[in-house]
């Protein structure tokens, strides 16, 4: 299965690592993939996919779109592409999901969690909740970045503390879902002390 993936190298790579089963092909504009009329799948795994102009392609779009929603006569499919979540073995998933998009995502073993167009889909508002609780504790001096780190992992058995995610994420993304989220839930308001991190 060929697919092209528009990201940063460092992106690619990882992805091209956890999909070593299908011929991937890395491209530098959403443009590039008409030259690519054989693909069977485009991922655009940038941060800007939910706004960059894509050209219609007649095969499966995947946008790395966790904020932002798509629009409805936008034919393509939202998927969490932030490091830590497009290598898990389960995708929450919106949009166009057709039988050429399962296919895809059967070839490459996903399970499919089909999510409402919604800010953060599930697993990334949690994390993203848990983030910010652990940001609260620090600014408070409850204990440092490292005992949070540590009690949750041994607590939870997560495989990252809410500090480690944070950064693994990019602070910067987990500020704007936030953000973005306490527009309609003032629960999600964001910590200043995550805040300040995140503009620094």
């Not at 946008?63 to 592409?81: P, Q």
């Amino acid at each position: 299965m060929k697919l092209v993936v528009l990201a940063e190298k460092e992106i690619f790579e990882n992805f091209k690592t956890h999909y070593a089963n299908a011929e991937c092909t890395l491209v530098k504009t959403p443009a590039q993939f008409l030259q690519h009329s054989n693909a069977d799948a485009f991922f655009d795994l940038q941060e800007t996919a939910f706004a960059n102009e894509h050209p219609t392609v007649n095969k499966p779009l995947f946008l790395n779109s966790v904020i932002n929603t798509i629009c409805f006569n936008k034919d393509a499919i939202r998927i969490n592409g932030w490091p830590g979540f497009i290598e898990n073995n389960s995708w929450e998933i919106s949009g166009q999901i057709t039988p050429e998009a399962k296919n895809v995502l059967n070839f490459l073993n996903k399970k499919i969690i089909e999510c409402g167009n919604e800010p953060g889909f599930i697993s990334a508002r949690i994390i993203a909740m848990i983030i910010n609780e652990a940001y609260f504790a620090l600014e408070e001096k409850v204990s440092t970045e490292s005992e949070i780190d540590t009690a949750m992992k041994l607590g939870t058995n997560y495989p990252y503390g809410p500090f480690e995610w944070a950064h693994k994420i990019g602070i910067k993304n987990v500020f704007a879902l936030l953000k973005k989220l306490a527009e309609q839930d003032s629960r999600y308001q964001p910590s200043t002390l995550l805040q300040k991190s995140a503009e620094n």
